[in-house]
């Protein structure tokens, strides 16, 4: 891992301000690996004073497409130095992290076809007695200015499911990421401003949450604020902003229905790749498995086999599967949430800490689903399983949570597919693939706790953008 201390401005309206004087920390090391500025309110409003401003000499399409068709070739160009950055900074193991480049280019690729092909449609007017004698069509304006906020686990890939529609559908950003990973989304904003887009149109800037969400709320200007993170915070955001659009994409504690017929081994794989990959630090990593009680033992080991071959250390090497947790804070709430659960009753089938500080991949069984490892977002290398009677005990503890973004089910029965299917109350299903699975074009979102909005560039530009009617009287 690259030792180099990485100086990033803020970029606000086009202004570059270079009080670096907030430092990023490598969740593995501790070690310094960056320094950007700490903004607050006044820094929102002008941010928002810019891409309003900008937002009044619109790009024609074509323009907006090829800008992100230009950054999509710089980041293909500098794929590694991207992944290295990210990985300095939250820790994710650099062979994943190459994969969220790869997605980021998938990302605004997709954004660029939607600035190509976004519409209105065409009404009948004359289908009614009163419209006979007028032409009708709508048109797809911008909502306005899109105030986005992202995460610390995905600071590429979720940054470019906000930005990448926001610009194709002509809106200006105001972009808060994570003040623990604010590097690799203040570099991909300095190369959408070098390939192109208006200085304007997208700021950057870190600084109290709070604080800069509070400017987005209450400026007329910005239509949409869209929100990647905790469920608590996201719903306190949109009760906040009752007249304002806010899309939502929260937390889950994802469930995966393992049954008797299904292949246990193909099954465990994917429950421990998913489930420890990064640490667990996936709003969809395999957190919970209800496994059918028939195969509940042979599961458990060929899952405890699973875990025991990821390989954990310093995420910086290609080899490695699972790395720290972001903080030591986090790692210490998911330590005691295994302690919890371990007394309540659960064993602790292979797991423990790695060098006396990190969480290594860990196998809980027969888990109390009032345990909060069951119950709440882990976001940690723990998997929590348990035994069912059945299909229908299965769906009824894969609903028994706040939750709904993802749910796995492992069977060769497609009766019990489709049954699963229209039964589990999540925004995505997926059969025989573990419920991490996510490729950026579909839609992406979570019901319940879990979220009010589906992700993807298609349905995505279609939030940041209104529905106008035109008539014409001929």
Same mark, same amino acid.
């Given at each position: =891992?690259?030792?180099?201390?990485?100086?990033?401005?803020?970029?606000?309206?086009?202004?570059?301000?270079?009080?670096? %004087?907030?430092?990023?920390?490598?969740?593995?090391?501790?070690?310094?690996?960056?320094?950007?500025?700490?903004?607050?309110?006044?820094?929102?409003?002008?941010?928002?004073?810019?891409?309003?401003?900008?937002?009044?000499?619109?790009?024609?399409?074509?323009?907006?497409?090829?800008?992100?068709?230009?950054?999509?070739?710089?980041?293909? +160009?500098?794929?590694?130095?991207?992944?290295?950055?990210?990985?300095?900074?939250?820790?994710?193991?650099?062979?994943?992290?190459?994969?969220?480049?790869?997605?980021?280019?998938?990302?605004?690729?997709?954004?660029?076809? +939607?600035?190509?092909?976004?519409?209105?449609? #065409?009404?009948?007017?004359?289908?009614?007695?009163?419209?006979?004698?007028?032409? *009708?069509?709508?048109?797809?304006?911008?909502?306005?200015?899109?105030?986005?906020?992202?995460?610390?686990?995905? !600071? @590429?890939?979720?940054?470019?499911?906000?930005?990448?529609?926001?610009?194709?559908?002509?809106?200006?950003?105001?972009?808060?990421?994570?003040?623990?990973?604010?590097?690799?989304?203040?570099?991909?904003?300095?190369?959408?401003?070098?390939?192109?887009?208006?200085?304007?149109? @997208?700021?950057?800037?870190?600084?109290?949450?709070?604080?800069?969400?509070?400017?987005?709320?209450?400026? /007329?200007?910005?239509?949409?604020?869209?929100?990647?993170?905790?469920? +608590?915070?996201?719903?306190?955001?949109?009760?906040?902003?009752?007249?304002?659009?806010?899309?939502?994409?929260?937390?889950?504690?994802? !469930? =995966?229905?393992?049954?008797?017929?299904?292949?246990?081994?193909?099954?465990?794989?994917?429950?421990?790749?998913?489930?420890?990959?990064?640490?667990?630090?996936?709003?969809?990593?395999?957190?919970?498995?209800?496994?059918?009680?028939?195969?509940?033992?042979?599961?458990?080991?060929?899952?405890? +086999?699973?875990?025991?071959?990821?390989?954990?250390?310093?995420?910086?090497?290609?080899?490695?599967?699972?790395?720290?947790?972001?903080?030591?804070?986090?790692?210490?709430?998911?330590?005691?949430?295994?302690?919890?659960?371990?007394?309540?009753?659960?064993?602790?089938?292979? *797991?423990?800490?790695?060098?006396? /500080?990190?969480?290594? !991949?860990?196998?809980?069984?027969?888990?109390?689903?009032?345990?909060?490892?069951?119950?709440?977002?882990?976001?940690? !290398?723990?998997? %929590?399983?348990?035994? %069912?009677?059945?299909?229908?005990?299965?769906?009824?503890?894969?609903?028994?949570?706040?939750?709904?973004?993802?749910? *796995?089910?492992?069977?060769? /029965?497609?009766?019990?597919?489709?049954?699963? =299917?229209?039964?589990?109350?999540?925004? #995505?299903?997926?059969?025989?693939?573990?419920?991490?699975?996510?490729?950026?074009? =579909?839609?992406? #979102?979570?019901?319940?706790?879990? *979220?009010?909005?589906?992700?993807?560039?298609?349905?995505?530009?279609?939030?940041?953008?209104?529905?106008?009617?035109?008539?014409?009287?001929?």
């Amino acid at each position: =891992m690259a030792t180099d201390v990485v100086r990033l401005p803020a970029i606000v309206a086009g202004e570059e301000l270079n009080d670096a %004087s907030t430092e990023v920390r490598s969740p593995w090391t501790n070690e310094v690996v960056g320094l950007v500025p700490w903004l607050g309110a006044d820094a929102a409003r002008s941010a928002v004073d810019g891409a309003a401003a900008a937002m009044r000499e619109p790009l024609p399409a074509h323009e907006r497409a090829a800008i992100l068709d230009r950054v999509v070739i710089e980041l293909s +160009e500098r794929r590694e130095e991207f992944a290295q950055l990210m990985t300095s900074e939250n820790g994710k193991p650099v062979k994943q992290a190459l994969i969220e480049v790869d997605r980021c280019i998938q990302t605004l690729t997709f954004s660029a076809v +939607e600035a190509r092909t976004l519409a209105g449609r #065409g009404i009948a007017l004359d289908a009614h007695p009163a419209g006979v004698g007028h032409f *009708g069509f709508t048109i797809r304006v911008p909502i306005g200015v899109v105030g986005a906020i992202t995460p610390f686990n995905f !600071p @590429l890939t979720l940054t470019a499911h906000k930005v990448g529609p926001a610009i194709a559908a002509g809106c200006g950003v105001v972009l808060k990421p994570a003040a623990k990973t604010p590097l690799v989304a203040t570099e991909l904003v300095r190369v959408f401003h070098r390939q192109g887009l208006p200085p304007q149109m @997208l700021s950057v800037l870190v600084g109290p949450a709070a604080e800069i969400s509070q400017v987005l709320i209450e400026d /007329d200007r910005v239509g949409l604020i869209t929100f990647t993170g905790s469920s +608590e915070v996201g719903w306190k955001l949109r009760e906040m902003a009752p007249r304002k659009r806010v899309t939502l994409e929260l937390g889950n504690s994802t !469930p =995966m229905i393992v049954c008797a017929d299904a292949d246990l081994r193909a099954a465990a794989t994917a429950a421990a790749a998913s489930g420890f990959a990064f640490s667990g630090q996936s709003c969809i990593s395999v957190q919970r498995v209800i496994v059918d009680r028939d195969v509940h033992d042979d599961f458990v080991a060929f899952l405890a +086999e699973a875990a025991r071959q990821q390989k954990v250390g310093d995420p910086a090497d290609p080899q490695v599967d699972c790395g720290p947790s972001i903080n030591r804070e986090a790692r210490d709430r998911v330590a005691d949430w295994i302690e919890q659960a371990t007394s309540g009753g659960a064993t602790v089938v292979e *797991g423990g800490t790695f060098a006396g /500080d990190h969480i290594g !991949p860990t196998v809980l069984d027969d888990v109390d689903p009032a345990a909060s490892v069951w119950m709440e977002e882990a976001f940690g !290398p723990v998997i %929590s399983v348990r035994a %069912s009677k059945g299909l229908d005990e299965a769906i009824d503890l894969a609903n028994g949570t706040s939750f709904g973004l993802q749910a *796995g089910v492992f069977t060769h /029965d497609i009766s019990a597919a489709l049954d699963a =299917m229209l039964r589990l109350e999540f925004g #995505g299903v997926t059969i025989n693939q573990a419920p991490q699975f996510r490729v950026d074009q =579909m839609p992406y #979102g979570g019901t319940k706790s879990s *979220g009010n909005t589906k992700e993807g560039p298609h349905n995505a530009i279609r939030e940041m953008t209104e529905e106008r009617m035109v008539v014409f009287r001929h």
